[in-house]
């Protein structure tokens, strides 16, 4: 476990370390390839606590990525005309705060998850997978065929929302925002697995029906699991939206849900920095993979393919060299 | 009610595309189970197969016999080399290993035959339209789509109920271990399951894609439907696909048909016609939650 901490905390200074360079230097586009890096790993904390520690395999988490991109996007783009978002049951007005906005998008994608969740839960296994899959490609559809914020072309707003005290459209400093989120979100996640709640989730997951002979009931560890893991997702969903300044349906789409999942699996399922570790490496690929050859995600495959079949831990599994310890 | 049938119609055709694709899924699944991201690969394969040898031979026909052959090769190949490593892993590991491999196919495909899509003709024997009873028109290739449906539903239930393959299939399903120790040369049974659900994927790429157009990607909306198809159906049941692949079929049609209309009368303005073919989009997945409800185990699926 010491070790895995101190891993955790190296690979949190590379990605700080290679910011601070990049500043010095001058290198704008790094530090937004950080910054996204940082965003995609935030994603995967939250799918890694249902996969990881919950053994929820949900392949429907791009869902509630952009539910938190979308409620951004609105909110921004009704402040930006000075327009009311809604009207009834009350008045809610749009905003370009950060702060007001991230709760709302956690708020909306917490929702979703619970619906869905208490749905998909109902299955297990297999079924989990494909339904949850579903409800995402049910939402992705919706976000299409919903002309009024854009449809399939998705929705931009001209200004970065804003933080106070901060200039958020200079990189370091929205990268500073994305950063400290995850630094919580990473706290918040290995409170949460220390705790009654992540013992009890665990050992759901471990054994179901020993589980509940000791008086412990699956089904609800799981639904909170799940909402707590969508929150946080929708909550990396809201920063991708301002990073980009822009939301589509493509952040709902089932190969966002793929690629957060990949996140997971590619740096260590259950392990904290997992993730995190999983996201640079896969940004770092798309990167230099991508000046390789035009048709990078197969190359991109091909290595994902490799790691499935000969390092089952991920990356963190094979730097401890130890299997996987979920 | 000229509109109706034919729309019922179109939802009949649809949903016999959509069994195709669902019927290997759920052996697969059921026989080995594995969960297969990558059948909608195998679905482009056959279409791709169909467009480049019907446009180098000429032969329409020629084309469906090389979707079937070329969707099943790719099948067993894959089976050989990496989902036969996967059986014994978890939900995940399948998951992430498949992911991988459409990754790799539709780099693939686009590396061989570039972004742009390939259109087929049809032979003059499956062009036009024929009168139906009651004077609707409607195109005889899509009719041809609902019989061929109907002719591998058929065939697929005399396989597996009726020829020792399927027995031995219906065996590897409720026991592996004791199948293999009776001497039945399981890897190679899995390696012919997987083949035959490959090749009526391929199948339905074709005609789907002589229908609309042949391009990359075009199977992933496909595979996601299955899904659907299969989660209503119950996992593992041929008679399941075939239900579920009809009412998915029906409803999606019938509901982005109708409800926009049904929608435009009830409220007022210009949003009912998106409200309503925004619900319409839902449709089916509506219907899935409602299915997971009452029964999570699909109609014809069987707990545990």
């Known amino acids: ?326 | 009610m000229v509109l109706f049938i034919e729309q019922a119609l179109n939802g009949l055709q649809y949903g016999m595309m959509l069994f195709l694709m669902a019927a290997g899924l759920t052996l697969v699944f059921g026989v080995m189970g594995l969960i297969n991201l990558a059948h909608g690969s195998l679905y482009t394969v056959g279409a791709f197969a169909c467009a480049w040898v019907a446009a180098a031979t000429g032969s329409f026909f020629l084309g469906l016999v090389a979707s079937l052959v070329a969707a099943a090769a790719a099948g067993a190949l894959v089976e050989v080399v990496v989902i036969r490593r996967l059986y014994h892993r978890d939900h995940l590991d399948q998951v992430l290993a498949t992911f991988a491999l459409i990754l790799v196919f539709s780099e693939g495909t686009r590396w061989l035959f570039g972004s742009f899509p390939l259109y087929l003709t049809l032979p003059p024997l499956l062009a036009g339209a024929v009168t139906l009873p009651g004077g609707v028109q409607y195109p005889l290739f899509r009719l041809a789509i609902i019989g061929i449906g109907a002719v591998v539903a058929l065939g697929l239930f005399f396989l597996i109920n009726r020829t020792r393959l399927g027995i031995r299939i219906r065996a590897g399903e409720a026991d592996r271990e004791m199948i293999a120790a009776l001497g039945v040369d399981i890897e190679r049974l899995y390696t012919i399951v997987f083949a035959l659900g490959a090749a009526l994927a391929g199948l339905a790429g074709a005609l789907v894609g002589t229908i609309q157009s042949v391009q990359v990607g075009m199977g992933e909306p496909v595979l996601i439907l299955a899904f659907v198809v299969i989660i209503i159906g119950g996992i593992g049941s041929i008679k399941g696909a075939l239900i579920g692949a009809l009412l998915v079929g029906m409803t999606d049609v019938l509901g982005k048909a109708l409800l926009p209309g049904l929608f435009a009368r009830v409220m007022a303005g210009s949003d009912a016609a998106t409200v309503g073919s925004a619900v319409a989009s839902m449709l089916i997945y509506i219907l899935m939650a409602l299915v997971l409800l009452v029964r999570p185990q699909g109609l014809y699926g069987q707990r545990g």
């Open chain 1, 1 to 326: 476990m010491a070790r895995e901490t101190l891993l955790t905390l190296a690979i949190m200074a590379a990605l700080l370390g290679t910011v601070i360079v990049a500043q010095m230097m001058g290198e704008g586009f790094v530090i937004t390839l950080a910054t996204k890096a940082t965003i995609f790993a935030l994603a995967g904390v939250g799918l890694n606590l249902a996969l990881g520690y919950g053994g929820l395999v949900s392949f429907g988490h791009a869902a509630f990525f952009g539910i938190g991109g979308y409620v951004t996007g609105i909110l921004a783009s009704h402040a930006g005309a000075g327009t009311a978002v809604a009207t009834l049951p009350f008045t809610l007005m749009g905003s370009n705060q950060m702060l007001g906005i991230w709760p709302m998008a956690m708020l909306a994608a917490g929702a979703a998850a619970l619906l869905i969740g208490a749905l998909s839960l109902r299955t297990s296994g297999v079924y989990f997978i494909m339904v949850t899959l579903a409800f995402a490609q049910m939402l992705s559809y919706f976000a299409i065929s919903w002309p009024r914020y854009g449809g399939e072309d998705g929705l931009s707003f001209y200004v970065r929302n804003s933080f106070p005290g901060l200039n958020t459209l200079v990189p370091v400093q929205y990268f500073a925002i994305c950063m400290a989120l995850l630094v919580l979100a990473l706290i918040a996640s290995s409170v949460i697995v220390r705790s009654r709640f992540g013992l009890a989730l665990q050992a759901a997951r471990q054994n179901d029906q020993r589980a509940a002979a000791v008086g412990i009931r699956p089904y609800a560890l799981r639904l909170v699991a799940f909402v707590i893991s969508a929150m946080i997702t929708g909550l990396a969903g809201s920063l991708y939206a301002d990073l980009n300044r822009f939301v589509s349906p493509a952040m709902m789409s089932w190969h966002m849900s793929g690629e957060i999942m990949v996140f997971v699996i590619l740096g260590g399922v259950g392990r904290l920095a997992g993730p995190v570790a999983g996201a640079v490496v896969f940004i770092l690929l798309e990167h230099l993979l991508g000046g390789v050859s035009e048709y990078w995600k197969a190359l991109l495959g091909l290595l994902l393919l490799a790691i499935v079949l000969f390092a089952p831990g991920g990356l963190i599994g094979l730097a401890l060299r130890r299997d996987r310890h979920v």
